[in-house]
């Protein structure tokens, strides 16, 4: 018997412009915590593709349990007990949790869907593993949260021995981390293997027994987790030091420039306002950080600011202007610069190639267009600069579908994007979500820098970390209402917690 559940050997997988794997060796021991770490771009995605078959090596071969095995599609690796997690989630948006789980495998009873017994396995799995969902609701309804456990459920469902999580994390919240991190260790104690990828070097250190790391798509080597560190482990990964904190001096803050009174915005999901009466102000030259809990009305807060909800109540004014009833256009004409917390579903369209998606927002200006017709030119050369300004690393530079890129890039794309037009508002949420440890360094500079140059920036965070590190005034939203401001010299990670968790409240 092979000490392998998996071996990839010598694997090379190429995209056009760019080898994403270049012999590249991976060996998966049983009931092990796998991790695979690198920089955006450096193909782990891709690697892990392979694994799940969805696309084939050129070059190498895979073993399992010691045996060659040709994985030529996502059903033959699911014959062979592999599984995948994706970093961007494969579910049907307006299927329900359960409908989700079951695609594929549904049982039936003559002509009917039998979904009952489906119905108590996802229950109990939901209980056993303490993956909370609600089997009835629709994907296009609940949390990004909730979406992740609905993912780790239906590979639980089928079975599987070989699980891959492609950066399970980066969607969730401190909480759910912790809880995903007793889940896998569970997994791993009852023989399944695991493969984890991560940016996050506290998770990787916490949770694998060893680490594999690759640097633009070549193989660097394999460390055991418990020889580690965090600085030991980012050198590897980026061949260079990278500093973990924020260099920033005093804030100075000017006018006003966000002024929000009194904003509601309805819930979907239930009767109660998701928004309830929320009053604000970030001024120029201050990082004003909204913390809280995944699901407690951030969400809909910027949904409510950007125009992407209608509001139930309240008023709106940038630089003294009211934009309560602007459109979406106007206020990005007006100064609004908007970071989405959903990078597919409102950062990016994944079609359109990566210049495209560069000026998304003014290609109306006359930089950009005369007499009706864009100028491919400018717009080929203002991609570049930012490209190169901001390490975005792809297979063909302007001309990429974006639907192409590694998911961190993506991110770097509209990160670009948005504070290169220079807004007077930038609304960053969740900017550094899925990005590794040196281009958070790089974003959290740029989102100093904009500060620093006067502009009001709010950011929403889930990371305690980063709110911590970059915000200069900090505001718990708990149950769609702001529970509490602090500074962030003054307090503690365990002060905001109790607020976070709704245990403490202040006076407004
Ligand atoms: N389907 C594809 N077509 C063309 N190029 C691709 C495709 N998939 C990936 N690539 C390219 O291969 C490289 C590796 O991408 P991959 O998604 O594996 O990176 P990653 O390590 O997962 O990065 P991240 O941490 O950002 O998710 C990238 O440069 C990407 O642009
Ligand atoms: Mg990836």
Redesign the pocket.
């Known amino acids: 018997m092979s000490e392998y559940a998996i071996e990839m050997l010598h694997i090379t997988k190429r995209?056009?412009g760019?080898i994403?794997n270049d012999d590249v060796t991976l060996q998966l021991r049983k009931g092990e915590i796998h991790a695979l770490l690198?920089?955006?771009?450096?193909?782990?995605?891709?690697?892990m593709s392979v694994l799940f078959g969805l696309y084939q090596a050129e070059e190498g071969e895979i073993r399992k349990d010691g045996k060659v095995v040709h994985i030529t599609s996502p059903n033959v690796a699911n014959d062979l007990g592999i599984g995948m997690v994706h970093?961007h989630f494969k579910l049907v948006e307006c299927f329900t949790v359960l409908d989700n789980i079951i695609l594929g495998v549904e049982t039936t009873k003559g002509p009917f869907l039998e979904k009952s017994e489906a119905r108590k396995k996802v229950m109990a799995l939901s209980e056993k593993y303490g993956l909370q969902v609600d089997p009835d609701a629709k994907i296009e309804d609940i949390t990004v949260g909730m979406q992740q456990r609905t993912e780790i459920l239906k590979m639980l469902y089928r079975d599987n021995e070989i699980l891959i999580f492609d950066?399970p994390t980066a969607v969730l919240t401190p909480q759910e981390i912790e809880e995903l991190m007793a889940i896998m260790k569970n997994l791993a104690a009852e023989g399944k293997s695991i493969l984890f990828?991560s940016?996050k070097l506290n998770e990787i250190l916490e949770v694998s027994d060893r680490c594999s790391v690759?640097r633009k798509?070549k193989y660097i080597g394999t460390v055991n987790t418990k020889d580690s560190t965090a600085e030991s482990l980012s050198a590897m990964m980026v061949g260079r030091n990278v500093n973990f904190h924020v260099e920033k001096q005093p804030c100075h803050p000017g006018d006003t420039v966000l002024s929000v009174r009194h904003m509601s915005v309805a819930s979907k999901a239930h009767k109660k306002m998701a928004v309830n009466d929320v009053s604000l102000d970030v001024r120029a030259g201050e990082i004003v950080c909204i913390a809280g809990i995944d699901g407690n009305g951030q969400t809909e807060f910027v949904y409510g600011l950007s125009g992407l909800e209608p509001l139930a109540g309240g008023t709106i004014s940038l630089n003294g202007k009211d934009i309560t009833k602007a459109s979406i256009r106007q206020k990005s004409v007006g100064g609004m610069s908007h970071i989405p917390e959903d990078r597919h579903k409102h950062g990016l369209v994944l079609d359109y190639s990566l210049e495209d998606n560069i000026i998304l927002q003014n290609y109306f200006e006359p930089r950009f267009t005369k007499h009706g017709f864009l100028r491919r030119k400018a717009i080929r050369e203002h991609a570049e600069k930012l490209i190169e300004q901001y390490d975005v690393?792809?297979?063909q530079g302007p001309i990429?579908t974006a639907r192409?890129?590694?998911?961190?890039?993506q991110q770097k794309a509209i990160v670009a994007r948005e504070i290169d037009r220079e807004p007077e508002l930038l609304i960053a949420v969740q900017p550094t979500r899925?990005l590794?440890v040196g281009a958070i360094e790089y974003i959290h500079k740029q989102i100093v820098a904009q500060r620093d140059a006067g502009k009001a920036v709010l950011l929403v965070s889930l990371e305690l970390d980063e709110v911590m590190d970059v915000s200069d005034r900090i505001l718990v939203m708990y149950e769609g209402e702001i529970v509490g401001e602090f500074d962030p010299k003054t307090t503690t990670v365990e002060e905001l917690g109790l607020y976070m968790a709704g245990a403490k409240r202040k006076e407004m």
Not at 38 to 47: D, F, H, Q, Y
Not at 404 to 409: I, K, L, P, Q, T
């Open positions: 995209f056009p760019i994403a690198g920089e955006n771009g450096a193909g782990k995605s891709t690697l970093q950066e990828i940016h690759l798509g690393r792809s297979g990429t192409s890129m590694s998911g961190g890039n899925g590794d």
